[in-house]
């Protein structure tokens, strides 16, 4: 590409009074006219905040990244972005992922960019940062934020998130003190980076590098280590080389690419939130991705990840294993080998050569954690729109339950009566929260993993049948039937559910079933009023008037929409 075929040469390299503008406001910032003119111009959009933790080292990364850009011969602006913490951000950051995805787009489209390098890896931040350059459509590459560090506590190694759940559960049933919980405190978490357990961060990372959009192996390595530096500045070098290619993300983001992101979520053990996000992004890409394609691939690919929380072991231990390259290795029988990566002309170069150095970690083909894919898509009248299910993460003796529900209409009300006696909840029960969707929510929170009510932990009790049209996070476990679509909040059936109903559950029947008849749901329905809206202005008023359902990503429906946006006029 000649220097005056670059995107940004509308900026600077024209004759007129705007690029004289331009150059001079470029000579404001410190910048000499041969440190930028005819070279391409990256943008680094960079997520860190003091108040993300899986993103407080993303600041140096931003430097290796930059590093790389001029190694290149490339000329790199950084652009703060929003950060979407996930352990911070109220009511949930996927109020705010569409935000993040707009920002994203608009700044690669209003400024004289050329490329970009994005930073992201808390859940959100990478749906949002890659829905938004797709949208763009310029040459980009997802440099991940890498996993922390794996836990430790006395002498047991700890999973973020997953063990979070499990001793808070173990402190409700008396089995540990106060004393050991703060000890817990300083243990869960001790480095820069996202969860180290296959919960949603590294899911979505692995989403990334399956769709070709990383460089290879990036989506596993700890954060806090020195191959991640040298992969940000690769990164940084790579970004450069695609410009000048012009290998835009719309030559990346093919429906094969997309296919294969979803058998990879699957084989992994995935969170059940990279169903809403790849949708999601593959809408953008326009790409039409369904429920029924998670289902169809989950049948014909096994998990082979011995991960928390579906497994055993921790990502440090996956990346030493081999980490993705080694891991899609063995999945060559269901991946589209001949399409292009940011890094390679095709998947099967990229592939070429990589070996799994720890079996226990990444199974083979021939002894897998389970036979078919990690999440499950339920149907019935209770979701006629869908469901999903980790059923990898249940107790298998609840995979086909008939119970009795016991019926929340939102979470506040759940968490001041779960333990009231006078419920009188057991073990068959089937606990029902509604009030918890995109609109309902609002934003989708992750309340889907209900707690167990305390005198059933005393009991021993750890699994049961909870159903919500909330998400839940990627490093929760349980027999949780998520992201019933449509929600209860636009009167979908779980609406009509009553304390007493019986719901029945069959996994392997794909099936979700309200055992109530049609003319009593008919009756239930007429006597339904739609709650009153959340929002009135405002951010929160854009969000309930654009939303869609979980079954077609949550995304806004102007931006998921055919349509095409011109570039501005430089002037």
């Not at 680094?44 to 190694?71: E, F, M, Y």
């Not at 970004?239 to 030559?251: A, G, H, P, T, Y």
């Not at 209900?450 to 490093?475: C, E, N, W, Y």
């Not at 009023?529 to 202005?537: C, D, S």
């Amino acid at each position: 590409m000649r220097p005056d075929e670059l995107r940004s040469h509308q900026w600077y390299g024209t004759d007129g009074l705007r690029s004289f503008s331009h150059r001079a406001r470029t000579r404001q910032l410190g910048y000499l006219p041969e440190e930028h003119l005819g070279k391409p111009v990256i943008a680094v959009l960079n997520t860190w905040s003091d108040i993300n933790p899986c993103h407080v080292h993303l600041r140096d990364r931003a430097q290796a990244v930059k590093r790389g850009v001029w190694q290149a011969g490339g000329f790199p602006l950084e652009f703060p972005v929003s950060t979407l913490s996930e352990t911070f951000q109220k009511p949930t950051p996927m109020l705010y992922r569409n935000l993040l995805a707009m920002e994203t787009e608009e700044l690669l489209r209003s400024y004289p960019v050329d490329g970009a390098v994005l930073l992201g890896g808390c859940d959100k931040t990478t749906p949002a940062l890659l829905m938004g350059a797709a949208s763009a459509d310029l040459p980009a590459v997802f440099v991940p934020a890498g996993p922390m560090l794996p836990g430790h506590w006395r002498n047991e190694v700890l999973g973020s998130g997953t063990d979070m759940w499990k001793y808070w559960d173990d402190k409700r049933a008396g089995l540990i003190g106060d004393c050991e919980l703060a000890e817990l405190e300083s243990g869960l978490a001790r480095s820069p980076g996202h969860c180290m357990t296959m919960g949603t961060a590294s899911t979505l990372t692995a989403a990334a590098e399956a769709l070709g959009v990383t460089m290879p192996g990036a989506s596993s390595i700890p954060a806090v280590d020195s191959g991640h530096d040298r992969m940000a500045a690769a990164s940084g070098m790579r970004i450069v080389e695609l410009v000048r290619q012009d290998l835009r993300l719309s030559k990346l983001l093919t429906p094969e690419a997309y296919e294969d992101a979803v058998a990879t979520v699957l084989a992994l053990g995935g969170s059940t939130n990279a169903v809403i996000h790849l949708i999601a992004m593959a809408g953008r890409s326009g790409v039409r991705l369904t429920l029924d394609d998670f289902d169809r691939i989950a049948r014909t690919v096994p998990v082979l990840a011995n991960l928390r929380p579906g497994g055993q072991y921790l990502m440090e231990d996956f990346h030493f294993a081999g980490g993705l390259p080694a891991f899609l290795a063995q999945l060559t029988d269901v991946l589209h080998l001949e399409r292009p990566t940011v890094a390679h002309d095709t998947l099967r170069e990229q592939l070429a050569g990589a070996v799994v150095h720890n079996p226990e970690v990444i199974r083979p083909r021939t002894a897998p954690l389970a036979d078919e894919g990690g999440v499950a898509v339920l149907r019935g009248n209770l979701c006629p729109d869908g469901a999903v299910i980790k059923h990898i993460a249940a107790e298998p003796h609840l995979l086909r339950h008939t119970g009795p529900a016991v019926v929340f209409d939102d979470y506040r009300q759940m968490q001041r009566t779960i333990n009231d006696p006078a419920l009188g909840i057991t073990a068959d029960h089937v606990l029902v929260l509604r009030g918890s969707g995109p609109q309902g929510g609002p934003g989708m929170p992750e309340y889907g993993m209900l707690p167990i009510p305390d005198h059933l932990l005393k009991q021993g009790v750890r699994d049961m049948v909870r159903i919500s049209d909330a998400r839940m996070s990627g490093t929760s476990y349980g027999t949780c039937v998520l992201h019933i679509a449509p929600e209860s909040h636009v009167g979908g059936p779980l609406a009509l559910v009553r304390t007493g109903d019986l719901i029945t559950l069959d996994v392997e029947a794909r099936s979700l079933h309200l055992d109530v008849s049609e003319a009593e749901l008919a009756r239930r329905r007429e006597a339904w009023t739609p709650p009153p809206a959340r929002y009135g202005r405002g951010y929160g008023a854009l969000y309930s008037e654009q939303i869609t359902q979980a079954d077609t990503g949550c995304d806004f429906a102007f931006l998921a929409r055919e349509g095409t946006v011109p570039d501005p006029y430089a002037g």
